[in-house]
């Protein structure tokens, strides 16, 4: 029995030429690998979302937001329909809790007067006082919210500050 085939192949394999093609495409792998990897961190804040599954929660300004928490075709599996302040054909969206409107930016927007996604961009407030999302910043579309001037959109509820409130998100 000889070995000289497989010699060969590793002596071809280590030839300059092999060792850059193979060099490139582990690269390649690699980027391709860490790319699909990035994008499962995408919350497609925006995108139209389900309310099978909904709690009713009451909001700031005493009427009802309804958020589906769990939501298969949301990533954070928060759907969610505030209250709208003024009038609007946009429907349940995904959405993810926030910090600052920034975390909101990328959100997906929707065109034309037939779309039923947010068509002026996200800001990051409090929909609802009550239920397991009391309290909680969240990215709401700007179509429900009165972000005009002198509106207070983006002021935290009394019910959210700490030591007025019973709910379980206030710290």
């Known amino acids: 029995m000889t070995f000289a085939p497989r010699t060969r192949l590793f002596a071809v394999a280590r030839s300059a030429p092999w060792r850059a093609a193979l060099g490139l495409a582990c ?6 690998a860490l790319s ?11 995108r139209v979302c389900d ?4 709690d009713a929660g009451t909001t700031m300004t005493g009427t ?3 958020i589906n928490g769990q ?8 759907c969610l329909l505030p209250v ?9 969206l ?21 779309s039923k996604q947010c068509k002026t961009g996200f800001v990051c407030i409090i929909p609802t006082t009550v239920g397991d999302f009391c ?18 959109y983006n002021a935290t509820p009394v019910v959210c500050q700490p030591g007025m409130s019973m709910c379980k998100n206030v710290h």
């Open 27 to 32: 690269v390649t792998i690699l980027t391709l």
């Open 36 to 46: 699909t990897l990035s994008g499962c961190n995408d919350n497609k804040v925006g």
């Open 51 to 54: 309310l099978d599954v909904a």
């Open 64 to 66: 009802t937001a309804i």
């Open 71 to 78: 939501a298969v075709e949301c990533p954070t599996r928060i």
């Open 84 to 92: 709208a302040q003024m009038t609007t054909n946009t429907t349940s």
């Open 94 to 114: 995904c959405t993810q809790t926030c910090s600052s409107d920034d975390d909101c930016s990328d959100g997906e927007l929707g065109s034309g007067s037939t």
């Open 135 to 152: 309290c909680q910043h969240m990215c709401v579309c700007k179509d429900f919210v009165d972000t005009g001037p002198g509106s207070n």
